[in-house]
């Protein structure tokens, strides 16, 4: 599954993907039957599932595990799970001094683990060109809502100054020849990110579908 993934960030074709804040597997399971790509799961709650979600990457649909604290980072290097990571940047950065130990230790029968860097300030942006100088990265993936609220601009991601940002990071990346992927909930911005050359999108996220069928279902009970 691993292997297909980083191909596609590479030759495509784009990946489409679910950002589950829930991450409960029975979530994992309807999003993998409506056809997308990948899925995300926080580290939080990983613990005794594991097996459940690889089952449900199993079927076609990748499972990636986002890591938030470094903590965290030696614990993932002992988990035998053969799926991509997204890390702060700056956790990112502080595994280009021992990529080759962190990548043996994470090696399962199917290859080494896919590394992705997360992009969610204006600070992550203006270290794009250094951490893509050393060449550790699989990918990067820009969150344009957790940009918006760094940039005191919540709940605008489509804001012209947040989406210059995005626009000025995807450049670097783009003339480095480094994948990147945009969580993007607006569907008015899908084609934007992808003329910038995003291989992969997160285009929808359980929470937010949740309350919008709610909201919808209690207006029609109205």
């Given at each position: ?38 899925f995300l799961v926080d580290e939080d709650e ?177």
């Amino acid at each position: 599954m691993t292997t297909r993934f980083k191909h596609r960030l590479q030759h495509g074709p784009v990946q489409i993907g679910m950002w589950l804040s829930v991450s409960s597997p029975n979530i994992a399971a309807v999003v993998q039957k409506t056809g997308y790509d990948w899925f995300l799961v926080d580290e939080d709650e990983l613990s005794g599932q594991t097996a459940r979600f690889d089952a449900i990457g199993s079927k076609g649909c990748q499972p990636i595990a986002r890591i938030l604290s470094q903590g965290s980072l030696d614990d993932c290097a002992r988990l035998t799970m053969d799926w991509p990571l997204i890390l702060p940047l700056r956790s990112a950065v502080q595994l280009i001094g021992n990529k080759d130990k962190f990548l043996t230790s994470a090696r399962s029968s199917k290859g080494p683990r896919c590394l992705l860097g997360l992009v969610s300030s204006t600070t992550a942006i203006a270290e794009i060109g250094p951490i893509i100088a050393t060449d550790t990265l699989d990918a990067v993936v820009i969150n344009t809502a957790e940009l918006a609220e760094n940039m005191g601009l919540a709940g605008t991601p489509s804001c012209a100054s947040v989406q210059a940002e995005i626009e000025k990071a995807a450049r670097q990346l783009k003339e480095k020849g480094i994948p990147f992927g945009v969580v993007v909930f607006d569907p008015s911005l899908v084609t934007t990110h992808l003329e910038q050359g995003a291989t992969f999108l997160a285009v929808g996220g359980d929470a937010i579908l949740a309350v919008q069928s709610l909201t919808r279902a209690g207006h029609m009970a109205e």
